[in-house]
């Protein structure tokens, strides 16, 4: 058997979803619940390992011989539940090519095009829609507001 070249196996990188702002938006609005599922499971899950950690030092004090058995078989099952959970959730938002940027917050941004250079629209969750990208290597500190023709109507570009 002939040696294989083991960069005929490489498939190329997927090239990134571009996003124009009717299909970021459509988008946004299809992930919101998902992005709220997982900022939910991220925040039980802190809270939960917090409680693991604590316990683990109890066992540890008290030189493992009071093990709290059922405690933390509960605990450790519902932690890999919300693991998978989010797991799960992210892998939904991620598939639509769509970037999660601070899941504290709940900011996502789409890889879009204006004016030829790659940008990001931008949207933190509590905003109604849309209405700020930013370039590429600039981040959420550097967002502008779009074109007065991509904002809706009574919305003004300050």
């Known amino acids: 058997m002939a040696d294989e070249d083991p960069?005929?196996?490489?498939?190329?990188?997927?090239?990134?979803?571009?996003?124009t702002l009717i299909e970021a938006e459509r988008v946004r609005?299809?992930?919101?619940?998902?992005?709220?599922?997982?900022?939910?499971?991220?925040?039980?899950?802190?809270?939960?390992?917090?409680?693991?950690?604590?316990?683990?030092?109890?066992?540890?004090?008290?030189g493992g011989v009071i093990v709290p058995y059922e405690k933390l078989s509960r605990l450790r099952a519902e932690h890999t539940h919300l693991a998978e959970t989010l797991r799960s959730t992210l892998r939904r938002i991620l598939e639509t090519g769509?970037?999660?940027?601070d899941l504290d917050v709940g900011l996502l941004d789409f890889p879009a095009?204006?004016?030829n250079q790659d940008v990001y629209l931008c949207w933190k969750l509590g905003e109604d829609r849309i209405r700020f990208y930013h370039r590429q290597d600039e981040g959420f500190a550097g967002r502008k507001p779009l074109d007065p023709c991509d904002l809706?109507?009574?919305?003004?570009?300050?």
């Open 7 to 19: 960069e005929q196996d490489e498939t190329p990188e997927p090239r990134q979803r571009l996003f």
């Open 29 to 62: 609005k299809d992930l919101e619940p998902f992005l709220i599922e997982a900022i939910d499971c991220r925040k039980k899950l802190s809270s939960l390992e917090n409680d693991l950690a604590a316990i683990s030092a109890r066992i540890m004090m008290m």
């Open 152 to 158: 809706g109507p009574g919305d003004k570009v300050q």
């Open 113 to 115: 095009i204006i004016d």
């Open 98 to 101: 769509c970037i999660v940027k």
